[in-house]
């Protein structure tokens, strides 16, 4: 059975950081890119970052480039996602997803298996 499980979320003030994991199970990941997403309340479900399956590609939402940082452990079939200068617009439920698609990345349809999200709340 496949597991995508995040980690890391929290409370934090504006301008601190934090760092978000994503651990995934039950086959293997090391030839599947791996992406992070963000849901707002009452927004749709956004692009954050994703990262190629070597490790060798990233790309980036606008809104965080320069602020977050993404980078994968192969080995241990995890991703994360290095999050700094926050600001209270970075509010949401943080999602991973994993693909074995090597384009368009920053659509959710290039993803095959997603996570239970977890809550990342800025504070002004």
């Known amino acids: 059975q496949v597991q995508v499980v995040e980690s890391g979320g929290g409370l934090v003030q504006a301008g601190g950081s934090l760092r978000l994991s994503c651990a995934a199970s039950?086959?293997?990941?090391?030839?599947?890119?791996m992406g992070w997403f963000r849901q707002a309340p009452g927004k749709e479900r956004e692009f954050v970052a994703a990262?190629?399956?070597?490790?060798?590609?990233?790309y980036f939402a606008d809104s965080v480039k320069g602020r977050f940082t993404i980078s994968r452990d192969s080995a241990k079939n995890t991703v994360y996602l290095q999050m700094n200068s926050l600001k209270p617009e970075d509010t949401a439920i943080y999602y991973c997803?994993?693909?074995?698609?090597?384009?368009?990345?920053?659509?959710?349809?290039?993803?095959?298996?997603w996570g239970q999200g977890t809550q990342v709340t800025v504070s002004s």
């Open positions: 997803a994993t693909g074995h698609k090597v384009y368009g990345l920053r659509s959710h349809t290039a993803y095959d298996y």
């Open positions: 039950g086959r293997t990941f090391s030839s599947d890119a």
């Open positions: 990262i190629s399956w070597s490790g060798g590609s990233t």
